[in-house]
């Protein structure tokens, strides 16, 4: 099992800045890929970015690219999604998870899809006001 704790959401006006932070415990050596999901109030859970643990590659929703980074630390089982030039339609609860596997698709659509992902964290709030 690998739990999953998020931390860094907050309030904020648009054009700041924000920095999340999801640690992994438990059977971490089992996650070889890291996402960050986001669901606004009255919609679905949208990816937003992932992360493989050991080649570091990236992958981000439209939405998304080029103001947000995914980053990881290997050493502290944590990952990190900075969020810059933030929009109110940022406003969601993020969700960290992470997948005990990585296979053949995902480095085209799977790291998108939220069943691919076996541990979720209990979410953060991120508001952007206008």
């Known amino acids: 099992q690998v739990q999953l704790v998020e931390s860094g959401g907050g309030l904020v006006q648009a054009g700041d800045s924000l920095r999340l932070s999801c640690a992994a415990s438990g059977r971490t050596l089992s996650s070889p890929a890291m996402g960050w999901f986001r669901q606004a109030p009255g919609k679905e859970r949208d990816f937003a970015a992932s992360i493989t643990m050991r080649l570091g590659n990236t992958y981000y929703a439209d939405s998304v690219k080029g103001r947000f980074t995914i980053s990881r630390d290997t050493a502290k089982n944590t990952a990190y999604l900075q969020m810059n030039s933030l929009k109110p339609e940022d406003t969601a609860v993020y969700y960290c998870?992470?997948?005990?596997?990585?296979?053949?698709?995902?480095?085209?659509?799977?790291?998108?899809?939220?069943?691919?992902?076996?541990?979720w964290g209990q979410g953060t709030q991120v508001t952007v006001s206008s």
């Open positions: 998870a992470a997948a005990d596997h990585v296979g053949s698709t995902w480095y085209t659509s799977g790291h998108k899809k939220s069943y691919n992902y076996n541990y």
